[in-house]
């Protein structure tokens, strides 16, 4: 067990929906990152928050959106969805300056 | 642009053999983090090993060690005494951070192990 909890472990919605993943750090970490696993794209970056701030992008479309809450809890909202964003959501979280991160479970997207 | 190759999609292993899983990866810093993440059928991510550039110590974690050749930028992973368990895809990783405090982790696409009984 990693710390870094998830919810919803499944989540099956339909195209044009819009759905909120939630992510909560390792006790103590500040910084929470979000990534999709999805056979063809395989691990991909999202975004990086840091004790509430927006700190990097990647490829993340703009149908989707995060963000970090005081408690350093996180969300991140896919609207609009599509077939294509079917995937494994993974949320991790890092101590300072440490360098690795820490996984959470995951959310397995289903978009029907 | 930082990319990270895994040249094997595939491996297998004797159970309580050894077994090499390659890594290469581009850079032009000097100083970062790589990684190697475990994922089991259950999906979860799990971090084998971490090694930092700087120091020249290879890393190890009981049955898990890495041949870090900086100069070649090669990052190989070792496991040994192969168990069971250890049957997984194995995602090597690399660090990209900046001044600013930014972080994201750069993956490759994956090398699959079977451990045969």
């Known amino acids: 067990d990693s710390g870094v909890t998830q919810t919803p472990k499944h989540l099956i919605t339909a195209t044009g929906q819009r759905v909120t993943l939630r992510c909560s750090p390792r006790s103590g970490d500040l910084s929470v990152y979000w990534y999709q696993q999805s056979l063809d794209q395989g691990l991909q970056f999202l975004i990086q928050y840091y004790n509430g701030e927006e700190r990097a992008k990647g490829n993340i479309l703009e149908r989707f959106s995060a963000q970090q809450f005081p408690d350093l809890h996180s969300e991140l909202n896919l609207s609009s969805l599509e077939l294509g964003d079917s995937a494994l959501y993974f949320c991790?979280?890092?101590?300072?300056?440490?360098?690795?991160?820490?996984f959470g479970p995951g959310t397995r997207l289903t978009v029907t | 642009a930082q990319t990270v190759t895994q040249s094997q999609p595939e491996m297998s292993v004797q159970e309580a053999e050894t077994v090499t899983l390659s890594c290469t990866y581009d850079?032009?810093?000097?100083?970062?983090?790589l990684f190697w993440y475990k994922q089991p059928p259950s999906r979860q991510m799990i971090l084998v090993i971490r090694q930092e550039a700087y120091k020249q110590q290879n890393a190890t974690e009981n049955r898990f060690s890495v041949n870090f050749q900086k100069a070649a930028k090669s990052f190989s992973l070792k496991i040994s005494d192969s168990q069971l368990g250890d049957a997984a895809m194995y995602f090597c990783?690399?660090?990209?951070?900046?001044?600013?405090?930014?972080?994201?982790?750069?993956f490759g696409k994956g090398t699959k192990l079977t451990v045969n009984p």
């Open positions: 991790a979280s890092s101590p300072y300056h440490r360098g690795e991160q820490y």
């Open positions: 850079t032009s810093e000097s100083d970062y983090y």
């Open positions: 990783a690399y660090r990209i951070s900046t001044q600013g405090g930014s972080e994201k982790l750069v």
